[in-house]
């Protein structure tokens, strides 16, 4: 009679967790209390997360940003927005065949003043970056000394020192943007590229500027179409010429590049800043900083065909994630999200509504982000079920400040196909000073049916999927429900 009273609990148990996992947004099943010696060896564990093993400061993967020129401007709820992701830098755009036709403050194609939009996104980061493009001339946009020289030179000073003044935060300018991928050769573009260093110099000894108040210089983002080593080639010929270069007033700032390719091996770019730096050391060049001011999981308006536009704007975070994860771990100095809005592209959109700050699963991505980095210490996070391309189910833990602890979950497998999975994250050595007897887990999912203003226009705003107070224990096992291409954000708050 007893295994037969045990065997009707079991089934019961099955059945109320099996109705659970039916319902849509309902988390199956609620998390498991455990103390710190009890193996979860009945759980698919896919993350273990020890917080006894911190690893310096956590990477910030919400600290930069890029706007796009397509872009209507943002109110003030989506400043306001921007303004709590605390970003380092934030990119813009600046064109000078335009500025020279049409003036400082010439429009945008959405519209909007450039001097309208410098004065905007100077409000919601530390400092600007400025894509000085469009130095080609035409017979339609034509430029000082056809695009060259001393009249060239005196111009982009000119141009860079009235933008300063009038906009202070701008630090940091790029010499175009993708030659590469423009068709230029590495040749033609470096003649270019002296005429930027020599006007950047005289700009910044009119302005009385020096050492770290300097504006800072560099190449314009090179790119690749296929695959990273694309760029590493185009690299290594801008490099060559820069080191045979015998002008003593050259400079190399910081470098800059995009990143497109990859997309079923995002690992890959754990390598990306060796890989450059490498180049450097080889030519005699000193190591710089290097920034990736442009990412995605595909360039252009690109969608795999065995997607709609509904799969890629899901997919699209975890994407985001996986791609800045590796570029971190490799040693990037900033990742610039791509982009703030994009009038033509959805799926590159943060903000799905510039009014009223509806972020896009992209969006809401990066608030995990914040999240993570509002915990400052970075703690080990092991990934039991992710492949050596990147590929599966991976981690960012961080805890501190007060705050407790966040775990970033996602579940990146481009377009492989790869059904629900019912996992469990093992969270161990729980420090009790940062909770006392209690502890809040909250969990937050987007997904394709989470947080997901495209596929339901009614989630307006960041929804939770389970929330629940637990008597301290120093492990806790906090189970999820991935769809191939997701994330999850878990929250121990005390």
Known sequence: ?????????????????????????????????????APASNLNTAITVDCSQTQGDVMRLEQANVHSTTSALPGEKARIWLQALNHKTIRTWLALRTINKEGYNYKYDGNVGAETSLAYYSTCADSLLIALTAYTPSATFPLPGNGKGTAFQNFIKQTVIYYKNKFPKIKYIQAGNEPDYN?????????VYKDYYKAINAANIELGLTGANRIMLSNGAFTSTTTFSELVSYTNQFLTLYAADADASKRLDFFSMNCYTEQSNPKLFETAKPQIIAAMASKGINARQVFVTEYGLAGGNFIPTVWNQAQIMTAWAPAQIAKAFYLYEGGADRVFNWCINHADILHKSELADLTNAYPNPYGYAMVFGREVTARGT???ATASKLNAQGLGINALAAMGNNKGIAVLVWNYNYTSFVGDQEVNVQINNIPQSAFNDKVNAKVYMIDSKNNNIYSNPTQTSLKSSSDQAYNYAATLNIPLKLEGNSVALVLLNP
């Open 1 to 37: 009679m007893k295994k037969l009273n045990n065997l009707l609990i079991i089934f019961l148990m099955v059945g109320i967790i099996s109705a659970c996992s039916k319902r849509p947004g309902i988390m199956p099943p609620t998390p498991v209390e455990t103390s710190s010696n």
């Open 183 to 191: 068709g230029e050769s590495a040749a033609d573009y470096y003649e």
């Open 378 to 380: 970075r703690v080990k």
